[in-house]
């Protein structure tokens, strides 16, 4: 993993472990929001669900555009689809070892059966 890619992570994962943008980018997720529709499911103030948008987009999460006074956010599919790419390899790796465990187990089991002893 190249550098870039790692920091890329670190900036993902950091902004994906907030409950606060997690939300977001579900609600983002339907399409296109302003900021302070946004907000309203937040009991907090403007400028605090702000800086969590400068996080998403820092991580590369979402993509802000203005429009006149109004700013409206949009989710960026992408950056999520390497982090679950990421995470794949992983679920890769579970799954091999699962797969591992289910034999060793059949296995005991066939020779347990073949010893005489109960399941």
């Known amino acids: 993993m190249t ?3 790692a920091d890329f ?8 472990a907030d409950p606060t943008r997690r ?14 529709e946004l907000a309203e499911p937040f009991q907090m103030s403007l400028p605090a669900v702000s800086k969590h948008l400068k996080v998403l987009e820092g991580a590369g999460l ?3 555009s203005r429009e006149a006074q109004w700013r409206y956010c949009r989710l960026d599919p992408e950056p999520l689809k390497k982090v679950a790419d990421w995470i794949g390899e992983y679920k890769r790796f579970w799954e ?4 591992r465990l289910d034999e060793y187990l059949e296995d005991l089991k066939s020779r347990s059966r073949q010893e005489g ?3």
């Open 96 to 99: 091999e070892s699962y797969e």
């Open 62 to 64: 979402i993509t802000k």
């Open 9 to 16: 992570l670190d900036r993902a994962f950091g902004a994906l």
């Open 23 to 36: 939300a977001i980018l579900a609600r983002l997720a339907q399409g296109e929001a302003g900021v302070t």
């Open 117 to 119: 002893v109960e399941e």
């Open 3 to 5: 550098r870039t890619e």
